[in-house]
């Protein structure tokens, strides 16, 4: 399964710097619907905003990000939301590692099996794609960076890097979904359940 995925990773760093695409908190007072600015990336920067392990709870749902059962998930396997559990019992522990290459991009890692959550194949994708977990790539050649951008509640939009931030991590639905909810990348809204709070 790891083969099936084809790895571009020519991608210079210089090139990785000048084309990232934002950082959350200078994006909050951008229109919903507008693309993030790019400010240039910070150097020295690698690593610091690292945070974690957090459970990711959604405002609307009253959820959390989960994997199904209690125990590690599975390459390709599905990332659900469920009833909060911050505990090691469980695991809906993430880990917010920063990749370093601009203001809090991240790999979003699952504490107890390693690895992050991913969308197929490795460029941008289409709405409503499934999300699911695969071995952590750590680049902008995959698809699994991910930026928050604090929105007028106090919540975040957690926004996927490769498809330009348009996407959002989403619950399948429109606010309707409960626990073993399948979660998604959706055209990021503030009227679907697109806000979260890593804590
Ligand atoms: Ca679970
Ligand atoms: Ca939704």
Redesign the pocket.
Known sequence: MFQSKVRRLSMSLVCLVTSVFAFAGVASAAPDDTKPARPKAREGSIGTLSFGPVVIWNATTGKCVDIPGYGNGTVNGPVNQYTCDNSTADNQRFIFDDLGIGDGFYNIRNEKDGLCLDVPNYGSVGSGTLVSEYHCDYSTADNQLYYLEVRPSGYYWIRNVASDGDLCL??????T?GNDARL?L?TCSDT???LWLPY
């Open positions: 989403d619950v399948a639905g429109f606010g979904g998604t959706y679907d359940d697109h």
